[in-house]
């Protein structure tokens, strides 16, 4: 569109002139196509942007226009040409139809006062830099610039599909509303402050007002400033809507680097299932190794892979994997929705028990701490097998003891916080320092370590090879505990920290006599039962090491998971799970029982006796030599 013309001129996609390209919301008619281009409301705001910020550019490309919305073989032709559109623009103009509030003078002063945040955010310095931002007068400033970009989420375009590419796809971006002020922000505050506030917990900066800086914002940013895989840009797309079913999908594909050809698609399944098939065949293999979650709706059964996310919990699978690029050992194969792919294979699986899910409180907080706490069950067995699977490998034996004792000497406690609905106010009871310094250490490597539990189930399971057992936490999509023969599988799926999750498939006789029997011709296909969290690959004390199977290059195979050849999925008659709001079985009750509550406290209390009283400490190995004890600690660990 020239916009002093008002007409439109056709140029081929190679050959533009300088344009600016516009990110709006229809819901703001601002460009309603029924009206000619000049008596738009929206025309004088980008003649009045150009006028200010770009006097040399004369073209516009504004999606009401430059497509024909009547004509669906043009809108055929355009959407895949929509990552080269507004990729090539000198600039992105995303318009609000309301004025933004803020002055460029403003932006400018407080992105300086919180460059020491923004610093500390990309250095991870928070021990360093943390207690200088926690208090006084740069927490007041953190407390401003949050406020100023507040200011930016107050119109519904960034819960729009179609305005997460485009403004993921810009080389630059500009911000303007009615009150005609062009803005410019360095958009990494986007990401970088929420992260600050959420890590120091500044609670007056924590959700609410600014819901939509943690919800939508800080996951955007990381996408335009290649913070994140590319693909991952289909994970930000499970709070956003499309005014067209299909579009949840192709809104985003020219950003993803994963582009679909064929665009007459009836369903957004359909949409799904091509566009994750092209992904995984193209070496995207993260998104055939992501945890499992409840299925949600009866399209998620009749379609059901178990190698394939379903598209209803697709952006929960990818988000609690803590999976960025995954690099496949070898080449990836689709076909009828069964992939190939290489692995090395670690050895036989076997389920000890059930553990439970991840505790949600009334507000629906995670609360991790209480989790594990709850899941060793007052039981010193379970408690040390859980601190082994949760720190193997980065703890010495020593420490894991010390773990396993936190576990169990606070389930009175933790039980007690739950029954109660007092979560929040939840205290560890810790022997000395040292326990302080290493249930916080702890707590830090469960942040990304439990991440792969928040929307499955959680069993405890063992893997062994030869003789050797390492423990490990298993997650699956439902309730029922796998019944057939296991087996887990390494495929290089290293999460943030480093780790790895391992794939547990169900294997048949001949698979575990040969590893290979699954690339047979004519031989089912494996079933993916879950992942395993993340466990380590270096060898301690304390952790049975597994990376030397692991890494053997005699245990790489090619094996063939999911599809219409899985040996589970094929005959499975699946039904949908709710998943919301499940206690911890020794906690369900609809009513609150003042005298259990009671009841409760006096076991706490005597079981912190226990701790402060104790003359030894007993561990796997029996009674250690005595030695004199501090008084017990009472320190806020939360989850």
């Not at 509030?101 to 955010?121: I, P, S, W, Y």
């Not at 943030?496 to 590893?515: K, Q, W």
Request: proline fraction near 3%; charged fraction near 25%; glycine fraction near 6%.
């Amino acid at each position: 569109m020239h916009v002093h013309s008002c007409q439109l001129e056709v140029f081929t996609i190679n050959d533009l002139p300088p344009f600016i390209a516009v990110s709006h919301t229809w819901a703001d008619t601002l460009f309603p196509s029924e009206i000619p281009f000049i008596q738009q409301k929206g025309a004088k705001t980008i003649r009045s942007l150009l006028s200010q910020c770009f006097p040399s550019v004369e073209y516009c490309w504004i999606d009401t226009f430059s497509i024909d919305q009547n004509d669906a073989k043009d809108k055929k032709r355009q959407i895949p040409l929509m990552g080269d559109i507004y990729s090539k623009a000198v600039a992105v103009a995303i318009v609000f139809k309301t004025p933004i509030g803020v002055t460029q003078e403003r932006l400018d002063e407080v992105t300086n006062r919180v460059e020491g945040a923004v610093e500390m955010f990309r250095e991870e310095s928070w021990k360093e830099g943390g207690q200088n931002w926690d208090h006084g007068s740069k927490r007041r400033w953190l407390k401003n610039a949050m406020d100023c970009l507040e200011l930016f989420t107050r119109s519904p375009w960034a819960t729009r599909v179609w305005t997460l590419q485009e403004f993921v796809l810009a080389k630059a971006t500009v911000w303007i509303g009615e009150d005609l002020v062009p803005l410019r922000i360095n958009e990494e505050l986007f990401i970088a402050l929420p992260d600050v506030c959420e890590t120091l917990n500044i609670t007056e900066c924590i959700l609410g007002q600014y819901s939509v800086l943690y919800q939508y914002y800080r996951g955007m940013v990381g996408a335009r400033l290649r913070m994140i895989d590319r693909t991952r840009i289909m994970e930000l797309l499970g709070n956003r809507t499309a005014t067209e079913a299909v579009d949840e999908v192709f809104g985003t594909m020219a950003a993803s680097g994963v582009v679909v050809e064929q665009m007459d698609i009836g369903s957004k399944e359909e949409a799904w299932r091509l566009w994750w098939e092209k992904a995984v065949c193209e070496g995207h293999t993260r998104w055939a190794l992501l945890p499992p979650t409840s299925l949600q709706t009866t399209q998620d059964c009749h379609n059901y892979n178990c190698v394939m996310p379903p598209f209803s919990t697709r952006h929960q699978a990818s988000s609690c994997s803590g999976l960025d690029t995954v690099r496949p050992l070898g080449p990836v194969k689709v076909e009828d929705g069964v992939v190939t792919m290489v692995g090395r294979w670690v050895g036989t699986c076997k389920i000890v028990r059930r553990l439970g899910r991840v505790h949600r409180d009334a507000n629906g907080l995670l609360h991790r701490d209480i989790t594990l706490i709850l899941f060793a069950a007052n039981n010193w067995t379970r408690a040390l097998r859980i601190a082994r699977a949760s720190g193997g490998g980065r703890y010495t034996r020593k420490r894991i003891l010390i773990i396993a004792q936190v576990l169990k000497h606070n389930f009175y406690r933790a039980q007690l916080a739950v029954t109660s609905g007092t979560e929040d106010d939840f205290r560890l009871c810790l022997r000395d320092q040292y326990q302080q310094y290493l249930w916080s250490d702890f707590m830090l490597l469960q942040s990304v370590q439990m991440m792969v539990m928040n929307e499955g189930v959680v069993f405890l399971a063992e893997t062994e090879n030869e003789g050797l057992i390492t423990d490990v936490m298993l997650v699956t999509g439902t309730d029922e505990q796998p019944s057939g023969r296991l087996a887990a599988v390494d495929f290089r799926a290293k999460n943030t920290s480093g780790r790895i999750l391992l794939t547990v498939v169900e294997v048949t006789d001949d698979h575990l006599a040969d590893p290979t029997a699954a690339t047979h011709h004519g031989s089912p296909s494996l079933h993916k039962v879950g992942v395993t969290a993340a466990v380590e690959m270096t060898s301690t004390v304390n952790a049975r090491r597994y990376s030397a199977l692991a890494l053997s290059d005699n245990n790489i195979y090619s094996f063939r998971i999911g599809g219409r050849r899985c040996i589970h999925c094929r005959s499975s008659h699946l039904t949908i799970q709710s998943k919301k709001g499940e206690q911890h079985p020794s906690l369900q009750s609809s009513v609150l029982d003042e005298e259990r509550i009671h009841h409760l406290r006096l076991k706490m209390r005597r079981q912190n006796h226990a701790i402060r009283g104790s003359d030894k400490r007993t561990s796997s190995s029996g009674p250690v030599r005595k030695r004199s004890r501090p008084k017990a600690h009472i320190a806020k660990c939360r989850g």
